[in-house]
Structure formats: C-alpha cells, structure tokens
C-alpha cells in the first residue's frame, strides 16, 4: 500500500517531469549504451524502461551500444589479449570477427529482444545496414620514445567517412526504437570496429539530435579522478583544449571528448557524460531540475 506521504513524493516528481516532457517530445535523443549497465541484469532492465519511458512520452529515442566488456572476455576465452591506444582497440582480423559477432550476432539482438519483452516496437541494425556508417581504416600517428611521430596500426579499426541516416529516420518515423551496433562497411566489403562513442556522436550528428547521452563507468569528467566530488557538471567546447592540456582529459575519457566536440559542430544539442551504473542514470538527466553527470555545451 502507498502511504499518503508516499503518493504526494511520486506526484512531486511527475510534476517536476512534466515541463521536461513537454520539452523533448518530438525530438530526438540518442544514447550510447555501454559500461556496467550492460553487464548487471538489474541495470539491463532499468535502462531498457528508462528507453521506453522516453519512447511511450513522444521522444524518439535512438539506441547505439558498445559491447567492451564482453569482447574483452569473449577474446579471453580464445587466448587473445586486448589492446587499447587512446582508448581505441586495436582490431586484427580475428578480433573483428569475434567483436562483430559479439556486437552484432548477440548483444544488438539481446536489447531487441528486451525492449520488444517490455512491449516495446525495437528494430536492430548494424552500421552496414542500408550503408547506415560508411568507413575508411583510421590512421592514428604517435610520437615515439624520442619524440618522433610514427604511423601506429590499429587494424580494422574504423574512421567513419559518411553517415547514410534515412533508415532510422524511416524508423523513428514508423514509431520504432533503432538499436545499431557500431560495425561499419569499408572499401570491397570490409568491415570495420567503430568506437561506440565516435559512432554515437556521428549519428546524433547526421540526425541533429537534441541531446546525445554517453552511458560509462564513471560519475562524469573529473578534475581530479581520486575525488568524487570534484565532477565538473558543465563544459563548454572553448574549454576542451585547456582541460585536455591539464592532463584531466585522458584515457578512455578521449574519445568520448572528441565525440562530444564532433556532435557539437555538427548541430547536436548538448552531449552528456553519465554514470550508467546509478540507476534510471537516463531519467535523472533528463527529467530533473539537477540533472546528473557532464554537460558539454556550444558557446551560445
């Protein structure tokens, strides 16, 4: 039974939702999912809700998902090590067989599977769908021990060089959830491994979502990573290079700054950093006066 104090707490809250609603319905919003939430059969279930909320109020949620964790142990169990510069995987050939069927053949069906479980209208793709993500072979140069910049090869990993968006377009349309996993189509039908976080930014770019919502491990950018307190909630893109330049934007944090920065230019409203692991992480961002996580924002 809900107490009385009970019911007026839940009704505080849809009434603080309510101007949030009012706000995104009929945009579109496009989430990475990935970390943790990914992995925990709790937070699994949440995010799937959190996604049809967004859906059954008039968002037009679109879904793109990593899948780090379990190609890490996927390749564990066929004795191959991981290997990650600049927070990108280096893919030889076997390995990106194994993330496509990882990424492609069991994680984008599993989600289907979840939101269509909850009643929602899901369809899954993959970059190569309808040449959704078209894709070159990422360069990637370093400077070497004496300061030298050398070619460094990351294998079948991928630079995105066109975004086709008229098939989630046609989906969205159509009342359907979008679900694409980050495998693009090459030159003579390679395929290539896509950083989740570059493929998220390039869609929401190519569709000019209002919001794109990186779901990590981690509460957001942190000034200092030994200090949970020290989140910084807003940063503009003028900001990017100086926080780069004082070592707080690093590692695994890289890729998703510079997809952040890539969104921005193309038209995207504004890219947040949230913690997947707390849960309806989605819900708190979207619908509260406080928000959680980092913001990256344009000038205006």
């Known amino acids: ?16 939702a309510l101007p949030y609603i009012q706000k995104f319905a009929g945009k579109t919003i496009v989430i990475k999912y990935g970390g943790h939430a990914m992995v925990d059969p709790l937070l699994k279930e949440l995010v799937m809700l959190d996604i049809l909320l967004l859906h059954s109020v008039g968002i037009r949620p679109v879904v793109v998902h990593g899948g780090g964790p379990e190609i890490n142990a996927m390749l564990s169990k066929v004795g191959k090590e991981s290997q990650f510069i600049r927070g990108l995987r280096v893919t030889d050939a076997e390995t990106m067989e194994i993330a496509t069927m990882v990424l492609v053949g069991k994680l984008n069906t599993e989600i289907v599977s979840l939101l269509n479980c909850y009643g929602g209208k899901a369809v899954g793709l993959s970059g190569k769908d309808a040449q959704l993500l078209r894709s ?148 708190l961002e979207l619908f509260t006066d406080g928000g959680i996580g980092t913001m990256f924002v344009g000038e205006d």
């Open 1 to 16: 039974m809900v107490t009385k104090q009970g019911g007026l707490d839940k009704a505080r809250v849809l009434v603080e």
């Open 136 to 283: 070159v072979k990422k360069p990637m140069q370093m400077a070497n021990s004496e300061g030298k910049l050398e070619e460094i090869d990351l294998g079948y990993v991928g630079e995105i060089e066109k975004v086709s968006p008229e098939i989630i377009t046609a989906l969205l349309d159509q009342g359907y959830i979008p679900v694409i996993s980050p495998v693009a189509g090459g030159e003579n039908g390679k395929s290539y491994n896509i950083n989740a976080d570059t493929a998220a930014g390039r869609i929401a770019g190519a569709l000019k979502a209002d919001k794109l919502l990186l779901l990590t491990d981690v509460s957001g950018v942190l000034r200092d990573l030994q200090d949970q307190d020290s989140l910084i909630a807003t940063i503009r893109k003028s900001e990017v290079i100086a926080l780069s330049e004082q070592g707080i934007l690093t590692g695994g944090m890289l890729p998703k700054v510079e997809c952040a920065v890539e969104a921005l230019d193309e038209g995207v409203g504004s890219i947040h950093i949230l913690d997947g692991r707390l849960p309806h992480a989605i819900l």
